[in-house]
């Protein structure tokens, strides 16, 4: 089973609502990912926790704030977004093997869109 | 210089033809590779990874991989429309705990009937 979920599927909010994403996998990952991506562009990393520790921010602005409750949920909390944010919104996780083999699983995402 | 590269397309190819997808990395400690398929609204869909010079077969999908050239390819034989989509190709940086991936603007395959 290689299954990360998402929720939601979409989402709509204002610049000054505080709303949450959620991502779940059960695959015993230890490392899980946040992505943001916009229309013709690869994916862009913003945050990684590895352990449920964060190993990686990616200069993400605060506006953005991560937050991994046990080794298989990974939240994005949002508040006081700009339209320039609204994008798809990938999940992603993978074992922390330290192989060469070490794989990313997505999620389906959530799109955002900010008005 | 950009990490990944990969020509954005579209390529188009017809009905049972062989797609060749080509990607270069910079990293020369980069260890492993991925392919990614996106369709249209969709999240990335991994296709294989490779970490060994040389081919890897998977069904109608082959990665090749040269770490002398720093070049990795993805060839779809017998391509069909339902492969059209765009192909990401993805890079691992070296020594990095939890596998931070560098991603290529990705290609537009398009299989045309």
């Known amino acids: 089973d290689t299954e990360v979920t998402q929720t939601p599927k979409h989402l709509v909010m204002g610049m000054t609502n505080k709303k949450s994403l959620k991502c779940e996998q059960h695959?015993?990952?230890?490392?899980m990912y946040w992505y943001k991506q916009k229309a013709k562009k690869p994916p862009e990393l913003m945050f990684v926790y590895s352990y449920e520790k964060l190993s990686i921010n990616e200069s993400v602005p605060s506006r953005f704030s991560p937050e991994c409750p046990n080794s298989s949920l990974l939240n994005l909390h949002l508040h006081a977004l700009q339209p320039e944010d609204s994008a798809l919104y990938l999940c992603?996780?993978?074992?922390?093997?330290?192989?060469?083999?070490?794989?990313?699983?997505f999620g389906p995402g959530t799109r955002l869109t900010v008005l | 210089q950009k990490e990944v590269e990969q020509n954005s397309g579209p390529l188009s190819v017809p009905e049972g033809a062989i797609a060749s997808l080509n990607c270069t990395y910079s990293?020369?400690?980069?260890?492993?590779f991925f392919w990614y398929r996106q369709y249209s609204g969709k999240s990335p869909e991994l296709i294989m990874f490779?970490?060994?010079?040389g081919d890897k077969e998977d069904g109608r999908f082959t990665a090749q991989l040269n770490k002398a050239s720093q070049y990795v390819s993805l060839l779809i034989r017998d391509s069909q429309p339902s492969d059209s989509a765009t192909y990401l190709c993805?890079?691992?940086?070296?020594?990095?705990?939890?596998?931070?991936?560098?991603f290529g603007q990705g290609t537009e395959l398009s299989v045309k009937p």
């Open positions: 993805a890079v691992k940086v070296s020594n990095n705990q939890g596998g931070k991936l560098i």
């Open positions: 990293d020369r400690g980069s260890q492993s």
């Open positions: 695959m015993g990952h230890r490392a």
């Open positions: 992603a996780s993978s074992q922390v093997s330290g192989g060469a083999g070490d794989t990313q699983y």
């Open positions: 490779i970490y060994s010079n």
